[in-house]
């Protein structure tokens, strides 16, 4: 059954879940009249009839969808047919394949089927998408695909013994972390609560900015109300707010590590790193180990103490999914499988022959100090307006811990430059750690205002296809070392670089 | 980690992009930049203030006077940054630098380039003059694109960048 040279379609009973997927977009498109309307409690007759239209139309195009959709391999290329009108037929060379991943949504996994996502390096417009495939069908379409990452001189290697152990171990994965409920519990807990309350509280806001206009007739009234009751709560409402908002924090940041990370197992081999993982959507990643362009260590300072750390991995990426979430985490690694990457992903660190650091000069300190002081100062003014003594007890404890944070936080920052590997090192309390291979950045920038000049300090960027990286206020000597000593690494470098 | 040793960047045998000097463009690539400042703010001029002080003569008296001088300037300022600005080939990369206030040099090396595109609009072709963009892989954030250059000057640029492309690979 595995044969993908002849055009086919997908499993039959992909339908549901493809009609699922587009009735599931519709809601979101109308979402604020369908929450308008419930609350209202005016759903008559017209918006019934409305409803079903829809859901009539949607239904013969989803199986007009199914029916034209079909896929197959033919010359080293991934050939997807669909369009309901126009024809449509895209190529995708094997080549331009970034990486091939796995999914089930909650639908696929209640029917047994899984979806196929490829990423590209090209655009990432089109939607690259097979949605409902047998789970053999679709490791099967990976592999087929997979193949295409394996450098052509492999076919003689593999010859030899060296290259028979080599295609034994490609094939043997290990399993380089495995979580437990026990270990997703203290994930969640040492998650940095803060941001995650912030997102979701940014998150809701979009979608609440969309309601909003249509309530405003009523929230006007009511918000009157509340205004006067606020001030007069003054300093308990505050207490509430802050109170319910760290609980908040804390629900989300579990929600999002058990939602993303649950059951995770991340095998390693020396071809590919893999990474299942995910709750009602279970997600399964493969990446060539040389489509990693960056990776970056995260910890902060609880996770310090039970040692272990965050791994991001970067890949190239195209100018549509530069903002997207296009990173896949390992979560959860301990000092031996920190150990165990490094060795994989940088197995010539040894031969590191020739390194420098670089430390940015204090004046990033007391820039840092000022905007953070500014920003934060304003803010509190703003929810202390009701005791404006207030302001005048908090202002200089704020100040200093500024100060301090600012301090201790520029000090940690730290940018070694080597013939292999670069590495960035920045943070105190939440520290990252960012590696890349020297080779893989593609052209290096020199930054610098004239405040800057005044004081002989520049930034340096370094852009690679995974995007930029930037260490601010270098001193100009420094700064003009690392850039001119990049570039001689760059253009030395003979062979592909992503 | 063995073997590891830490010597310092060799920098006195390394090329260095302080040496290098830079070719500045045209001198009608001050004027065509000119001539979109004034169409602009003739144009948001015409569409915005006019129209809204049109009946108290004092205001679009004032207005005028800081329109003039606004441009003038604008102008003060362009020629300043255009003296900054210039690009450098070597045998191995091409640089570009720009900015008065907040100076930016990039060098991009050949065998890191996807592909080059010529471009002109309809102002630029009245001046004589074209842009080259000089894309990489991996989004727009290190993507290079030297507006107002001579066409004939661009096209050599164009061919010597793929050539040198082409022999990096």
Redesign the interface.
């Known amino acids: 059954m595995n044969d993908f040279s002849q055009p086919r379609k997908q499993e039959p009973i992909g339908v549901i879940v493809m009609f699922l997927e587009n009735v599931r977009k519709i809601i979101r498109m109308f979402i604020a009249i369908i929450a308008f309307a419930v609350l209202k409690n005016d759903i008559g007759m017209y918006v019934w009839i409305g409803a079903g239209f829809v859901i009539t139309v949607t239904a013969v195009i989803t199986w007009l969808q199914f029916e034209k959709f079909k896929f197959y391999i033919e010359d080293g290329e991934l050939i997807l047919q669909k369009g309901l009108f126009v024809k449509e037929k895209l190529n995708i060379p094997f080549e331009r394949i970034q990486t091939v991943n796995l999914q089930q949504n909650i639908v696929q996994q209640v029917l047994g089927l899984t979806g196929l996502k490829i990423d590209t390096?090209g655009s990432g417009k089109e939607e690259l998408n097979i949605r409902a495939l047998k789970k053999d069908d679709a490791l099967a379409l990976q592999e087929a695909l997979d193949s295409a990452f394996e450098p052509a001189e492999d076919s003689e290697v593999q010859m030899t013994k060296e290259g028979v152990e080599a295609t034994n171990q490609k094939l043997n994965y290990q399993t380089l972390v495995k979580l437990n409920l026990k270990q997703l519990l203290l994930l969640g807990a040492t998650e940095n609560h803060l941001r995650s309350g912030f997102i979701a509280f940014a998150l809701i806001w979009g979608y609440g900015s969309q309601l909003a206009e249509y309530f405003s007739d009523y929230s006007e009234a009511v918000t009157e109300d509340i205004e006067a009751n606020l001030i007069q709560a003054g300093w308990i409402g505050l207490l509430i707010f802050i109170t319910l908002f760290i609980l908040f924090s804390v629900v989300t940041s579990f929600g999002r590590v058990i939602l993303k990370f649950f059951n995770l197992h991340a095998q390693l081999n020396n071809e590919n790193l893999q990474v299942k993982a995910g709750l009602l959507k279970r997600n399964e990643h493969t990446i060539p180990l040389n489509k990693i362009?960056i990776i970056q260590w995260e910890d902060n300072f609880i996770r310090r103490y039970f040692k272990f750390k965050s791994l991001k991995l970067f890949q190239?990426?195209?100018?549509e999914?530069?903002n997207s979430k296009k990173t896949i985490e390992v979560p959860a690694c301990f000092h031996e499988q920190e150990e165990k990457v490094m060795e994989v992903l940088f197995p010539d660190?040894?031969?590191?022959?020739?390194?420098?650091t670089f430390s940015p000069h204090i004046h990033q300190a007391r820039i840092l100090a000022i905007v953070f002081s500014i920003l934060s100062l304003l803010a509190a003014s703003a929810l202390l307006i009701i005791s404006s003594g207030a302001l005048l007890a908090v202002a200089p404890v704020l100040m200093s811990g500024i100060i301090f944070l600012s301090w201790k936080y520029v000090k940690t920052i730290s940018f070694t430059?080597g013939n292999k590997q670069l590495c960035i090192s920045k943070g105190w309390l939440f520290k990252k750690e960012i590696f890349f291979k020297t080779y893989r950045?593609?052209?290096?920038?020199?930054?610098?205002?004239?405040f800057l000049?005044r004081r002989k300090l520049a930034h340096l960027t370094i852009?690679?296809?995974?995007?930029?990286r930037i260490i601010r206020y270098l001193k100009e000597e420094d700064c003009?070392?690392?850039?001119?000593?990049l570039?001689?690494e760059?253009?030395k470098?003979?062979g592909s670089?992503? | 980690m063995k073997e590891f040793t830490n010597t310092s960047i060799p920098i006195d045998s390394l090329p260095q992009i302080e040496e290098v000097e830079f070719e500045m463009h045209p001198k009608r690539y001050l004027k065509y930049r000119a001539v979109g400042f004034i169409i602009m703010m003739t144009l948001l001029s015409a569409t915005w203030i006019t129209p809204l002080f049109s009946d108290t003569p004092l205001i679009s008296a004032i207005s005028g006077a800081i329109w003039v001088l606004l441009l003038v300037f604008i102008f003060a300022f362009e020629r300043k940054k255009y003296r900054v600005m210039g690009f450098a080939l070597r045998e191995h990369d091409l640089t570009y630098k720009r900015g008065l206030f907040f100076f930016k040099q990039v060098t991009l090396p050949f065998n890191r380039i996807q592909h080059t595109e010529i471009s002109n609009g309809p102002i630029e072709r009245k001046f004589n003059l074209s842009s080259l963009k000089i894309f990489t892989a991996g989004g727009a954030s290190s993507d290079l694109s030297i507006a107002g250059l001579d066409p004939e000057r661009a096209q050599e640029l164009k061919d010597f960048i793929a050539k040198s492309v082409a022999k990096s690979e």
């Open positions: 390096a362009q190239g990426r195209s100018e999914t530069v660190s040894h031969q590191q022959l020739v390194s420098e430059v950045c593609q052209g290096v920038e020199y930054k610098q205002s004239i000049k852009h690679t296809a995974a995007g930029s003009l070392k690392a850039y001119n000593y570039l001689s760059i253009e470098h003979k670089w992503m």
